[in-house]
C-alpha cells in the first residue's frame, strides 16, 4: 500500500539530486569556463613577448651573449619569472632564473621543439598558482640561430580564481540548504494531502459513504478531491438505493410467499370442503402468478440496467401502439374506460419494437387501473424534426405533486394498499424509465388541470439516411 512518508522521501530525493546536479554544475562549469580563459590571457600575452624578444634578438648571423643581454636590456616591462634564450644548438645565453644555466645546454622539450622552428605554449594551475611557459624561434635571414623561452608563474589570478571557488561554494551550500528546507515543506504539504485523501478512500471502503474532504485550492489534488466528493455522492445515492431496493424486494416478495405458506397449510390441515380448497388453490396460483411477475420485472430492469437492449431496428411507433391498444381493449372494457387515439404515421424509432411495445403497455395499464368508470385515455403520437412524442393522458385519481419525482423509482407506490389490489409489482414505470433512458429517450409526468395524469415520452426519430 502506497504511505505518504515513502512519497515525501521519493519527492524530497528526487529535489535533492536534480539540486545537487545543478550545484555540480555550478561548481565546474563556471570554473573551468574562467581558468580557460585565464589560461588563453596567458597564452596571448606570452607568445606576444617571446615573439617580440624573438624579433628583437637577431641584430647579427649569430648570437653572443653581449648581443641578447643587449638586446633584451632595450625592451621593457618584461617583469616574467624567467627569461632564458639559446643559441641553435641549446646553448643557454641569457637566463633569470635564480640559478642561471649560462654556457650549458637546456635539453627541454619546448626549447627543443622552438629550435625546430615551432611557437610552443604550455600552462597549468597546480596549488593555487597559474603556471605557463612560451618558446619561440629566433631566425635570420631564414636561418634559426636560437631560440627565446618564458616561464611565468601567478600567484594573483590563483588567487582571484580561488576565491571565485570559494565563493560559489558558499552559494552552493546555502542555495542547497534552502531547497532542502523548502522540498521537505512541499513534500510534506503535498503528501498530507495525499494522505488525507487516501483516508477518506479507505473510509468510503468500508462503508462510510458520507464521509467527504475539504477542498482547498485550485491545483490537480484539488480537483482530484473534487472528483472524489463528487464519486462517493454517487454512491451514497447508490448504495441508498440498493439497500432501499433489497428491503422493497424482500417486502414484495415475502407478502405473496406468506400467502402461499398460509394457504397451503390450511389446505394440509384437511378440515375444509373442496370448494373451499379449490378457491384456496386457486388464491395459490395467483400468489404464484404475483411472484413470478416480480421475477420477470426484476430481470427485465437487470438487463436494463446493464445496458443490453434487444436486437434494434426502425419501428413505427404508432403502429406498435394501435396493435397494442387493440391488446388491452377487453381491459379496458371492463374497467369501463373509453380509449381514444391520435396516432400520426411515420413515426419511426430506432427500438426492439417488444420493448417499445411493452413502454405503450405498462403505461396505458396503469391509466386503467387508476381511473374512474366511465372515464377515458387520450392517447396520441406525433413527430418534429428530430423527436418522436407519445402522450399518455388519463381522467383518473391522479398522483399527489409531492410523489410525482419518485414514481418512477422501484417499488414506490403512491397507495400501497391500492397498487397491490390492482395487481401491480410497483416495477412497471421504473422499468418504462429504464427502457426510455437506453434508447436515448426521456419521459416525464405531470398533473394535469382537469385530473387525472399526463405521461409524455420522448425518442429520437430515426431517418431513412440515418445509418
Known sequence: MLRGGSIQVKLLFAYTSVIVAVLILLNTYPLFMTQNMMFQSKRTALEGQALLIANTLPVAEKLTVESVEQSISLLEDLSYSRIMVTNEAGLVLYDTNETPMNGRYALASGLVSALHGNDVFYGEYQNGVFRSWAASPVVARGRIIGAVYLYDSDEGQGLLLREIQNNLRVISILVCFLVIVISILLSRVFTTRIAALLGAIQMVREGEYTHRIKVEGRDELSQL????????????????????????????????????????????????????????????????????????????????????????????????AETTCLLLMPLAQAAQVRIKTKLEKECLVYAHEGELSRVISNLMENAIKYNFPEGYINLSIHKNDTEVILIVEDSGVGIPEEDLPHIFERFYRVDKARSREAGGTGLGLAIVSETVRIHGGEIRAEKRTEGGLRMTVRFPRWKEEEP
Do not use: C, W, Y
Not at 466528493?229 to 431496493?245: C, K, M, P, S
Open 225 to 320: 478531491g473534487e472528483e472524489f466528493n463528487e464519486l462517493t455522492g454517487r454512491l451514497q445515492v447508490t448504495e441508498e438505493a440498493r439497500r432501499r431496493f433489497v428491503s422493497d424486494a424482500s417486502h414484495e416478495l415475502k407478502t405473496p410467499l406468506a400467502s402461499i405458506k398460509l394457504l397451503t397449510d390450511s389446505i394440509l390441515q384437511g378440515t375444509m370442503d373442496a370448494e373451499t380448497t379449490r378457491e384456496f388453490v386457486t388464491d395459490i396460483g395467483e400468489a404464484a402468478d404475483r411472484l413470478i411477475g416480480i421475477s420477470e420485472d426484476l430481470l427485465t430492469l437487470n438487463r436494463l440496467d446493464a445496458g443490453q437492449k434487444r436486437k434494434a431496428e426502425p419501428v413505427d411507433l404508432s403502429v406498435v
